[in-house]
């Protein structure tokens, strides 16, 4: 049988069901036996049968413990020690059989309770129970063991098994809590099937947890705290004397604080709790007694229940990791256990939903989908029915209030993109919409403001929602109306704009209804715009006022027949309310003047983009025009005579060319309004002056952070319609950024922004700035280097900034103290590595040039380059950069360069062309080899040369190599240590120079002491009147001697 076992794949359920039909327990334990003796180590020569066979073998273990439990239990010492053997199919079939064991393991009891036999069975069966116990806790312990296994698949295996037996209900209460820590751990393995069995694992624990149904942990925590301080009161007398006698000394013991009182009390508490506990098993309890212990109870079931919530609270990382995940199935299993979540009313299911919206703009159609069906069942459908059965309308709208109430941009648009697929598709029923209408009417404040989004947000794929008579006089009352006026409820003035520009553009018809009430609302439109009913002396209402502002102006580009007209009366309205006062005053309102801005700024630009819809729908009028020629032309070619064929053909050419011709007129004109009409010679260009003088800013009249950002936002929207106005300003711009006040982060960030699109409309234009743009990368503000960066990611991506020596900036980017730069960062790098032109390969000299230039760590230069040389894959690309590394190195003026060149040099993949290149220019980098990091780095490159290499040849150059490097170390070495004692005899020398010129100067100074000495010199006493008359004085033999002296002095220090 173990022959066969060993020889075929299929005849492991066949030997297990052979044992169950021999009588007794022989067959199994010696199959068993035989399989305990198996040699599962590769150092024999038949590996491969081997591993064949124990791959037979293992699925029998799973097989028998399925069937026989009780003997493999029996048994289960002859199996345990190949968990430590190398095939991991062995131990992956140990663990499934642990598992059987588990769940099968109330039968198994149950059969030896039969079979015990003897006078004293209920101590026989109470050592049973103990040893049972025990066993199940080894067998437990293995299983969380091997969730840590080496191999994935055994991991995999654990968790499986785990998720089986939770589901089987087979998971003592003990274990929860440690296993739902394991699980949580497990979403951070490396192995896609790991981290997919422990979400399944994660979702079966929640639907089998033994807690109550809902499991919001602030009710929890209430009760929590209601029992603890219930038991505080209520503590036994003889715990609460020595409790009271603690604290009094405690509180006599001035070096005792707080937190040795709450200890004291704490450790009273938990007295009494192991107090009540201890007499639980007696009879005679008394009402109070029975009442504690009742709220011990409570207490310890409470306490369980949140931290087994806490657990999955915490863990909110790992959940949105698995969201951002690139592999499908991890992003379905949180989809899915966050369904389950919601159900159970954990607060993270709804806050990892609303980021799992965002994944409706994935590229993957499953993801997508799997997205919809989340919506649909958290949202939408009644738990547990898998979207076949829908919630009361009442519930979808409050659902969906709630939902985008504290929604952020990002994720409006993604619930918007959500809430028009399940429109299309009718899923949301149309009473919901009446509900959302009636709250709207009704309501207050930011649950009106909530009700108009939604509506907006299913018009975007029903216009029919809004886009009739009785719709659009609901909303001007709900939207639009006294209460907005008197409230400034900007948010809701907002939402009704947005569900405006759903609108079709109305046709001019005095009889039409929708007409007239579309007149109404252009009239409160133009009232928002100007900002009637702003309050001057409130920055957070003009603050909040700006989104209705800028809504407004974008329905009333959508929906009135001459949007110019209205755009016109508007900046006439600011105009009038700002310089129109009988006054001579010559200041105007800070807040009045950025809100003109704003308007002035916004309107511009959408003239430009009514401009580009009207040359549209002209050029599609003329191609229109043109084919219907053309049909004409083909039919009358067909009917006249073979002689007039010529000339038809003829007149279509000519038709043909006319229609080129106009096409090309209409997009000059089109370019000759976007560059002079608008912000040129149009009543936008009477205000640009003031626009540029508040911009400029020269002599810091305008202090209001508001005004600034307004004035310039304003300003960028104007360059971006005029090449020859964004040429003639861009040095005002870039002086306004380089100036911004470092508080000002708002007013940079929204400059980087707007450069962005700058370059998109005139990339030419902006190239010479490019250097200033990168600095932006070296913001202290997070937000602007945020900005900065994503600008520039999207910039390179699309070809439109050209990526040259400033790529440095971003790889810098790559050690960013924030997570989200570096990550896009990243993102970018593994874009630009997609492309077929090699374009990290073509930067990496430049990169390592200059962050080699620049005063780095040495940690994050090799972290750096790491993570960017992991890109070069081509063998021809690593030649390359190998020998312009190598060319490098005399050109290093410190040894640091040369370390940090020798650790990309280690980096790179090692070929026979790359030994032969560092072999040749082996003089170029010897000189270096004598600190120990640049040697390290050059041994790492041979060694991993030596296990790719195969040729003799090229492993008798390795050697050679790796000699010259030993040899040119010790030899570099000798020459430092030389001049290292070379330079201590020099600084020796030239301390004993300076002190000998310090005595020498004091010798000097003494001499000029003696020689200033006012006392007469030392002549020989002569008679002066017997003295000859052509005798001269003689001076003493000491002043002689001295001067000799001295002169010896100054020629030793010149000799010196």
Known sequence: LVDLLHTYDHIAPLVAELCCIVNGQVLATELLREIGRLDTTEGSNDTGNKASGIKNIAPFISELAAVRPRVVLSNISLLLPHL????????????????????????????????????????????????????????????????????????????????????????????????????????????????????????????????MGMLNPEPYREKVRELEAYLKCNIPEEILKARDTALEEAKNDESQGERELHEIESAALAAAIADAEAKKEEEALSEAESTFLAKVRALKFASQALAFTELFENSNASFRTMLMSSNSSDVTEALRFFVRAKHFGLPCAVTGTKKALALMWSNETNIQE??????????????????????????????????????????????????????????????????????????????????????????????????????LQNLYDAGLGDHIEENHDWKTARSAACALQRVARAKVDPSSAKYIIL????????????????DDANVDDTNAWFCAAEQSINAIFTICPSPEKVSMEILLGHQQVIFGSSDDSSTASTLRLARFFFVLGHIALKLLMYTEVLSSSVRRANAAKTVKKQE?????????????????????????????????????????????????????????????????????????????????????KCMCISKSFCEKHLSLLFSVLAKAPN????????????????????????????????????????????????VLTHLILNDMVKVKGQVCEI??????????????????????????????????????????????????????????????????????????????FPKCTTINQKADLAYCIAQLKVNEKGIKCLNDNFKLYKDALFDEDVLKNFMSFIAKA?????????????????????????????????????????????????????EWDESEEEENAEASDPEPEDFEEVDEENRPANAQPVKSERSSTTKRRSGRSRSAALTA
């Open 811 to 888: 790889a810098l980017c790559l050690q960013d103290n924030e997570s989200t730069i570096r990550d896009m960062a990243r993102l970018l790098f593994h874009e630009l590595s997609k492309r077929t032109n090699s374009p990290i390969y073509n930067l990496l000299p430049d990169i390592v040039s200059q962050l080699s230039q620049l005063d780095l760590k040495q940690e994050v230069f090799r972290e750096i380059m790491q993570f960017l040389l992991s890109f070069i894959k081509k063998d021809r690309q690593n030649e390359m950069l190998l020998e312009k590394l190598v060319l490098r």
């Open 519 to 534: 007149d109404l609302i252009s009239e409160r439109l133009v009232a928002i715009a100007r900002g009637d009913w702003c």
């Open 370 to 471: 799997e997205v919809l069906r989340a919506f649909i069942e958290v949202f939408v459908a009644e738990p547990g029915t898998e979207g076949k059965e829908l919630l009361p309308e009442n519930q979808i709208a409050q659902n969906l209030l709630d939902l985008v109430r504290e929604a952020n941009v990002s994720e409006l648009a993604s619930i918007e993109e959500a809430l028009g697929r399940l429109v299309k598709k009718e899923i949301i029923p149309p009473d919901v919409f009446s509900v959302l209408w009636a709250i709207a009417s009704q309501a207050r404040g930011e649950l009106r403001a909530s009700a108009v989004l939604v509506i907006s947000m299913a018009a975007s794929a029903d216009p029919n929602i809004v886009d009739s008579a009785y719709r």
């Open 743 to 790: 508080d000002d982060q708002d007013l940079r960030a929204n400059i980087v922004v707007a450069l962005g699109d700058l370059a998109f409309r005139f990339p030419n234009e902006l190239e010479p700035y490019t250097p200033k743009i990168y600095a932006c990368l070296r913001d202290k503000s997070i937000r602007v280097r945020r900005h900065t960066l994503m």
């Open 84 to 211: 430590d053997s190398e095939p991991y199919i062995m131990r992956s079939a140990i663990v499934n059989s642990i598992g059987h064991i588990l769940v099968r393991e109330d039968q198994t009891l149950m059969e030896n309770k039969d079979d015990e036999e003897g006078s004293d069975e209920e101590s026989k069966d109470e050592r049973h129970v103990v040893n049972m116990a025990k066993t199940r806790t080894s067998l437990f312990d293995i299983l969380c063991d091997r969730t840590c296994d080496i191999t994935s698949f055994t991991r995999g295996a654990a968790l499986k098994v785990l998720n089986d037996l939770t589901e089987k209900q087979s998971l003592p209460l003990d274990r929860i809590m440690p296993v739902t820590a394991i699980a949580i751990d497990r979403l951070q393995d490396k192995a896609v099937m790991v981290r997919r069995y422990a979400m399944q694992l994660l979702t079966s624990l929640l639907e089998n947890n033994p807690f």
């Open 946 to 998: 030596k296990k790719n290499a195969t040729k003799p040849e090229t492993k008798q150059t390795l050697q050679e190599l790796e000699e010259k490097f030993t040899e040119c170390a010790a030899a570099g070495m000798e020459n430092v240590n030389a001049s290292k004692k070379a330079a201590r005899a020099k600084k020796r020398a030239a301390r004993r120079v300076a002190r000998k010129k310090v």
């Open 632 to 716: 004409s032309a083909s039919t009358g070619a067909t009917e006249n005579s073979e002689s007039k064929e010529d000339e038809g053909g003829d007149a279509i050419e000519a038709e043909l060319g006319l229609a080129a011709q106009a096409e090309a007129e209409t997009e000059r004109k089109v370019a000759e309004i976007s560059e002079n009409e608008i912000v040129g010679r149009g009543i936008i260009s009477l205000f640009t002056p003031m626009l540029l003088r508040v911009v400029a800013n020269e002599n810091g009249t305008y202090s209001s952070p508001v005004l600034m950002q307004s004035a310039t936002l304003a300003l960028c």
